[in-house]
């Protein structure tokens, strides 16, 4: 299934990024070799015999700008740039820098050149009005296969980004495993794993009570709850390990592994602190006021991603089989999504007095302060309670740790080439405007639901990139205000679920599984699941 997904990220970002360019070209959307009117203010009177630079100041006014560029600008631009005027060659080039306050459609011209944000172009028509002022026209640079372009320096630019990721886990993961590797030995795991076992043994039948996994697994659970990221996934990428252990089937997915992961796309955190972080940033008056909403979404989405893969592990898919698999059983998947469906109404309509007045009672801010309170302990009451029980239990714990933060180094490189692949597909995804087209394509569909158009790509993006999310919620934030309903709902999004495909490369790619069977739809199903719990809760609230 992460194949035809892979795949498919592939070929939309390419096709649509080159459909883009030659509509463009076209078009000659960038009006390339086409003059732009302006004037010019010299800082002193202009020699037109010497070879010499000028620091000079541009001014276009804004109806010529928006009649040549066919775009809507609310001022006129006035901007510094560098004129060298070489009079043998005839020639006089011009560069500037763009900035935030740029039009869009010359940073999509300086965005041809990667990373820089200069444009260069030449002056014709030099007419001067009297010493230091002139009329011209400017050509700007060519400007041809943007996309195109776009998607390189993407792909690239995230393949940097995976082993970046990859290498700045090298030491959370040796602390983490070796401080894990001490409580093993303690018994310690053991012991937790013992008081959940009610629990663990129904969600993870084909995994034994006293296996290293199950105590990793909770961990990694407890962790995520916590909003302790960075001590999560070690505890996870551990319990994956251990999980293929009891995999008869090396390279395939078991079903312990699929629902593992299906709880850990649903996200289930009892504080959103990235979101509420953002929100405090942007001046809100009340950050935390999603604490609840979250707590609501993330947990619509972990129950449908456990019943999702409990269902879907009945109906095995054949490695390089899905389609047949998908016709074979088109009629219980039709019922399956049916049954979700009438499950979310029949529950969202008689819940809606219950939640309305749990929330009139209910104080974010005391909830907030009694989560962050845990949250800061929690990290140095673990490793002081997992250190001091494995002394006590006369563990060799320096030694022990050790041999645990050696395991580290191993599993952080392992996940580098399955890191690389996946985001390097989002990124040209994204940059090749695909994003754009989904957003079309569904747009009926979130009209009917009630979900605003302007928070579609934010519930898009969110399975496929945590930066990319978190960029767009700081973006909507911005636009509409960290305590209206757009704000609130993008925050309640970010917290209600994760970035399923970033997890399915991570864990997956720790233990070489290539063949993930139902874990792309137990996840997907879980992250609607939770997108549909935060607008339901969010909408019932604050609409």
């Known amino acids: ?3 035809y997904v892979w795949m498919t990220l592939l070929f939309i970002g390419i096709i649509t990024a080159v459909s883009t360019d030659l509509i463009n070209k076209g078009n000659n959307k960038y009006r390339n070799n086409e003059p732009l009117p302006l004037t010019i203010e010299f800082p002193e ?10 620091d000079v100041k541009f001014f276009i006014d804004k109806k010529h700008f928006n009649s040549f560029y066919n ?10 740039a560098k004129l060298s005027v070489n009079p043998e060659e005839n020639k006089k080039v011009v560069f500037f820098n763009t900035n935030n306050d740029s039009p869009e459609i010359w940073k999509e011209i300086a965005s041809a050149s990667g990373e820089e944000d200069d444009i260069t172009g030449a002056l014709t028509s030099l007419a001067f009005t009297s010493e230091t002022n002139a009329s011209a026209k400017l050509i700007l640079e060519d400007a041809s296969f943007l996309k195109m372009k776009e998607v390189t320096n993407s792909a690239i630019d995230y393949a940097k980004t995976a082993v970046n990721i ?3 886990l090298i030491g959370i993961m040796a602390l983490w495993l070796g401080v894990l590797k001490v409580a093993e030995d303690a018994g310690l795991i053991k012991i937790i794993a013992n008081w959940l076992k009610p629990i663990t043994k129904k969600l993870f039948p084909d995994v034994p009570a006293d296996h290293p996994a199950m105590g990793s697994m909770i961990m990694n659970i407890s962790a995520n709850m916590l909003g302790l990221g960075n001590a ?13 252990k009891l995999n008869p089937n090396k390279g395939t997915a078991t079903n312990s592994m699929v629902t593992f992961l299906a709880i850990n796309t649903a996200g289930l955190t009892l504080i959103p602190a990235t979101a509420i972080a953002i929100r405090a940033a942007a001046g809100s008056a009340e950050p935390a006021i999603i604490i609840g909403t979250s707590l609501f979404g993330s947990f619509c989405a972990t ?69 962050n309170i845990v949250s800061i302990a929690a990290i140095p009451l673990l490793i002081f309670t997992f250190i001091g029980y494995g002394a006590l239990k006369k563990v060799k714990v320096y030694e022990q740790f050790i041999e645990g933060a050696k395991e580290g180094f191993n599993i952080a490189v392992r996940i580098i080439p399955y890191l690389v692949g996946m985001l390097m597909a989002i990124g040209i995804f994204r940059a090749g405007g695909g994003m754009d087209w989904l957003i079309i394509i569904l747009r009926p569909i979130t009209d009917f639901i009630g979900m605003p158009a302007e928070a579609l790509p934010m519930a898009l993006m969110r399975p496929l990139s945590g930066s990319g999310s978190l960029g767009i919620m700081a973006e909507i934030i911005s636009v509409h205000g960290p305590d209206s309903f ?57 609409g």
């Open 486 to 542: 757009m704000g609130i709902l993008v925050s309640t999004f970010y917290g209600s679920t994760e970035t399923t495909f970033y997890v399915l490369a991570v864990y997956f790619g720790a233990v070489n599984i290539r063949n993930t069977r139902h874990a792309v739809p137990a996840g997907l199903l879980a992250d609607i699941a939770g997108m549909l719990g935060a607008l339901f809760i969010v909408r019932l609230l604050f």
């Open 71 to 80: 775009v809507s600008i609310e001022e006129d631009i006035s901007l510094s």
């Open 232 to 244: 999560a996934t070690p505890f996870g990428l551990k319990a994956m390990e251990e999980l293929d």
């Open 1 to 3: 299934m992460l194949n």
């Open 45 to 54: 009177p202009f020699i037109k015999d010497s070879e010499k630079s000028y």
């Open 303 to 371: 129950v449908t991603g456990i019943i999702a893969a409990k269902t879907l592990e009945k109906f095995p898919i054949k490695r390089n089989d899905f389609s047949a698999w998908i016709k074979s059983n088109s009629k219980g998947i039709f019922v399956f999504l049916a049954l979700i469906l009438v499950a979310f109404i029949i529950f969202f309509s008689g819940a809606g007095k219950i939640f309305s007045t749990l929330f009139y009672w209910l104080k974010p801010e005391t909830f907030r302060e009694i989560i």
């Open 166 to 168: 990859a290498l700045g």
